[in-house]
């Protein structure tokens, strides 16, 4: 059913050690390269490079990471889960069953880790708290052997793949990131070399289809190949054409559908579930625990294991050579126990050595490696989801600094920019406070598995040069905005300014329209009365020498005319304007004085 192995190339040592590599063994603080092997062991490995190691446990969780809101939507992660809990499908039966459920059965080695820690990974007794960190659901059991009866791995070539997917798990985290587990026994069906494992895990963390490499997934192989009653029937109407499809084994699909289907909201089409598993990711992640009948040489330990968290199958077993830059990081805990950690996946390799401890080894190691450092791997890849995205928040907020450079903008847009961005700092603010820790607690052993998965994805450097941007360009921000504010403040006092002194001249101008006022009154009054007044006053002299046979009333209406003569000559010569030149001219002055000031 596999191809043997093809026999190894040994890589050649061109140089020196460096003292920080990372691809080393952790044994008790001390470590041992081994990359570093002598000509001897070089040779005894190609003599038994066709040794093969039979698996007596060989398990793997796919690991898919999912996007399923953008950060500034109005979409809430509760309002998320809540949808997925309300699926329901229609069984083979013609039952509604649940397709989630809450996450309730937590492994018991997490008492051993920090109690803050716990409270971070959703480790909450009360549901109904929204401070929840991240929120766990995994499908219902009935949903499970309904969707994957009788699962296989269809490759291009060769027989279909028999495995067994038993659990099937979501971890959501906030700014719309989450992680889609999907747990699988290799053993199930079939017996399995060490080589077929690799060929499998290669196979497997494919999510979409791969030319020449794999067909897809076929879910059902035990369903005959169309529905054949009414309950049938409904249940390939509630799962969609495409799905049931795969179920009754006419058309395998990838495993980037079957990721969308199984978190499409519940109001949303299941045929057209929407694409929340990124398709750019070619492979998945994955933690793969195997327990082999014997104990490996060091060489093909080293190439196990390198091919197993790499994924790439039997065909490639040259490992990096100990002076090439990796991240690589293999562990070991214990005696017979080996972890290998990289940023494509993490493997356990384990024998039994004879003693009472290879009962727990064969029968529950698998559970832990499955259970407590799983949760572990889950949040460090959330942790890394989330700078993600705060990075790229980070990113598109810098295009807003192009906008500093334009000579008319305005406050309200450089407010607008200001408030995104300290919203942004709040969501790094809130991370680093509630779901990023730098140690887990518990034992040692989960101490140093989760600090080296944090160190292989740059946790620490990305949350740091994410920090840096967001203050950096908050600084920019700010500059501009107090700059703005100072300009702005500037035109203020000068509106301000230019306002009291209008209400200065309008008062000057009022004054002197009352006085002209009063002074035309009695200069009309005046010019009215003067010519009556002094014929009056001539006459009214006693004198003997006046002209008293004078009429009276044509002297009355000659006087009366000659007033209306210099009334008239008033208005025209009291028609001239208020002269508001010194006063304009001064504040043109002012003005200018100003401008020079905002300029400054």
Known sequence: MYESPKKRRTPTKNSQVEEDD???????????????????????????????????????????????????????????????????????????ICLWEEYQVWPKELSYLDPYFRNSLGHDTNRASKQTKCQRINLTKEATNLIFPSPAIVPYEGDPIQVKIYKVEVVAFQLGQAVLNIHINW??????????????????????????????????TNFPKDPVDKYQRAFSKSVGKKLAGSIFGSKPVSLNFIGNWLLCPKKRDVNRPPEIIPNHLKRCYHQTVVVIDKEPSKRQLLEYIF???????????????SNAPTLDTILNPRFNRFFGLSRSGTVSISWPIGTDTDLFEIKKWWKIFHGIYLILNNHVLGEKSVLMELSNLSANSGQLLRMLEEPDIKIEELYGIRTELFSLANLMTIYTLEMSYDDCGGLPEYVDFFNTLRKIQNIRLQRSKVREEINDVLGLVDNSFVEEQRRLDIRKRKKEKKEKQKRVLAEKVNEQKKQKRFEKMLGIVSSFTVPMVIVASIFGMNLDDLPTEVPFWPLLIITFFVSLILLLLFFVLSRKKINLKPWKQQLVHEEEEDEDDYLL
């Open 187 to 220: 053993l199930d069906q079939v017996s399995l070399s060490l080589n077929g494992l690799c060929n499998c895990v290669f196979l497997s963390k494919h999510v979409c289809r791969e030319p020449s490499v794999l067909v897809g997934w076929q879910l059902g």
């Open 22 to 96: 990372d691809t080393l063994i952790k044994q008790n603080n001390f470590e041992v390269d081994l990359y570093d092997l002598s000509q001897e062991e070089v040779s005894n490995h190609d003599m038994n490079s066709e040794d093969e190691y039979d698996c007596l446990v060989a398990r793997s969780v796919l690991v898919l990471r999912v996007k399923w809101s953008e950060p500034n939507s109005d979409a809430h992660l509760e309002n998320w889960v809540n949808s997925l809990l309300d699926r329901t499908i229609i069984s083979t039966q013609g039952e509604s």
């Open 307 to 321: 091919q197993l968290m790499r994924a790439y199958g039997q065909n490639f077993n040259q490992p990096p050579l």
